[in-house]
């Protein structure tokens, strides 16, 4: 009897996690005139793509990769307490040529450009979780172009 129950307990769980809904976020790097901007869609089940696209040109063909549990874990999390907090960063000058700009865009809310220096713990969480996702897309923090060492 206690083996069914704990079995009973068991499948139950499962089916919850099974039932939970997949949320996804899109990391959106815009790039510049010497670096290659990215989009990272990641799926709180950890599995995501990246496609690197030269600026004016069309995104490249997506690469699937995942990210850690962990990673995907305090990501999502950061994203909620960014959302609620209403994180922001602090305005910057960009170069027109050189200047880049960085976005996540999650459950209808779009982030501060994170390439401005955060104002809060927020914004700091954010940076530092997109840094995460990117190096496990394996894309160094400014892919330069072709010709320079890029894809």
Known sequence: MRIHATLVGALAIASCVAAAPIDTAVIVNSGSTNSYGYTIH????????????????????PKAFTVPAATTATFFSDLAAARKGDATTVPCMKSASFGSSLHISWQGWTSPDLTCPAKDSLGDALITDVGAIRKAAGIPESPPLRGAGGP
Do not use: F, N
């Open 42 to 61: 990641v799926s709180s089940d950890g599995k995501a793509t990246v496609a690197l696209q030269a600026r004016g040109a069309a995104p490249g063909t």
